[in-house]
């Protein structure tokens, strides 16, 4: 008999199941619409869904080995997926993301108060200048009038 889930024959029947399935539905999993190719859609709880099979996990690329002995590679070759494209759990990867953000941003924040500072200051001298040079062609003006 085969696993009325995911089509694999069934060695040992976890409740008509499969043991991956029985684990799957067991852990509340649910089978979402297969996502179309080339994109990647993730679940209620940022988990990347199979475009193979429409399950959810944490780590798409562990699932598809084990289950559709595909590489990751060759699963986002086949769906025309990005080689770069995400599929790992959203929200672990966006925490992640975040992190490097927060800390990128608190640098960008310090060069950019520092950018600033020069260009005010720049902007400050250049007005200077502008005023001096001006003062200098009224000076030359009044010299060439006398
Ligand atoms: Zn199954
Ligand atoms: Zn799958």
Known sequence: MNCPQCGKPINRHYRGL??????????????????AAGTIAYDDQGKVICHICGKSFVRL????????????????????????????????SETMRQHAKNNGMNQQLLESGKATQIQKGETDKRKGKKARLQELLDKRKRKFKK
């Open 61 to 92: 690329g562990s699932h598809v080995k084990e289950n559709h002995d595909l590489t990751i590679a060759e699963y986002k070759e086949k769906f025309g997926l990005c080689h770069s494209a995400r599929t790992t759990e959203k929200t672990y």
């Open 18 to 35: 499969c043991q991956s399935c029985y684990k799957y539905f067991k852990g509340g999993g649910k089978i979402h619409d297969i996502p």
